[in-house]
């Protein structure tokens, strides 16, 4: 069972680029990296997801090294509505279940 | 995401009465979900299932069940409710589409307190 460790808070500034990195050592070769945003009292919400190299849509890109061992989502020019907590997954759905963990995220605060 | 509806919404209850979450979905997924969130934690699997006959015990499902009543119907019962399993519950589906991994579009949750 791959686990995730993410810094646990991060401060930003309108405008600025954030990225926020995951490391899983664990990671299986099946295994995909997939990012949440959660806003509170909300339940989370599908930012972007890869296998390797970089992934990128029209809200976040995904980084992702050759040995797969860590992963950086950026997000270009945040703005006060990025405020929330991201959450990085490490898993293979459709074999055995959505058994990764949802660890405690990386909590993003957006200045103005 | 909309098309996930969980009720109630918010519950307020007493130790030791049966409780059931219920959730619906309109997006035609095969895979449904049952999470809890605790204050200042992410999110933890009680139960998920992979289409009407097929149900899976999470993490955490000691003093929880699930009844997938229909594709898009899976509720989530408390026999006997007690304060620690007071917390936000989350439901969420998924596709099947085995030729990639598909994102999981979570309800607005469902706030119990359990007195």
């Known amino acids: 069972l791959a686990k995730t460790t993410q810094p646990i808070s991060m401060d930003s500034y309108e405008g600025q680029e954030v990225n926020i990195t995951c490391s899983h050592n664990?990671?299986?070769?099946?295994?995909?990296i997939t990012w949440y945003q959660q806003f509170p009292s909300q339940g989370p919400r599908f930012i972007i997801q890869?296998?390797?190299t970089k992934v990128t849509n029209e809200v976040a890109s995904l980084f992702i090294p050759a040995d797969r061992k860590s992963s950086t989502l950026s997000l270009p020019r945040v703005s006060l509505s990025d405020t929330a907590v991201y959450y990085c997954?490490?898993?293979?759905?459709?074999?055995?279940?959505?058994?990764?963990?949802f660890g405690a995220g990386t909590r993003l605060f957006v200045k103005a | 995401d909309a098309d996930v509806t969980q009720t109630p919404r918010n519950r307020i209850t007493k130790t030791g009465k049966r409780i059931m979450l219920e959730c619906s979905q309109t997006?035609?997924?095969?895979?449904m979900y049952w999470y809890r969130q605790d204050p200042g934690l992410g999110l933890r699997l009680i139960y998920y299932?992979?289409?009407?006959?097929?149900?899976n015990k999470g993490e955490i499902s000691d003093g929880y069940s699930v009844s997938r009543q229909a594709q898009a119907k899976f509720s989530l019962s408390l026999e006997s409710a007690i304060p620690n399993q007071t917390a936000l519950y989350f439901c969420?589906?998924?596709?099947?589409?085995?030729?990639?991994?598909?994102?999981?579009?979570f309800g607005d949750g469902t706030r119990l307190s359990i007195l």
């Open positions: 969420a589906t998924s596709d099947s589409d085995s030729h990639s991994n598909q994102p999981q579009h």
């Open positions: 664990n990671i299986a070769t099946n295994d995909y």
């Open positions: 890869g296998y390797k």
């Open positions: 997954l490490v898993g293979d759905p459709n074999t055995g279940g959505f058994k990764t963990i």
């Open positions: 997006k035609g997924h095969d895979r």
């Open positions: 299932s992979f289409d009407v006959k097929d149900i």
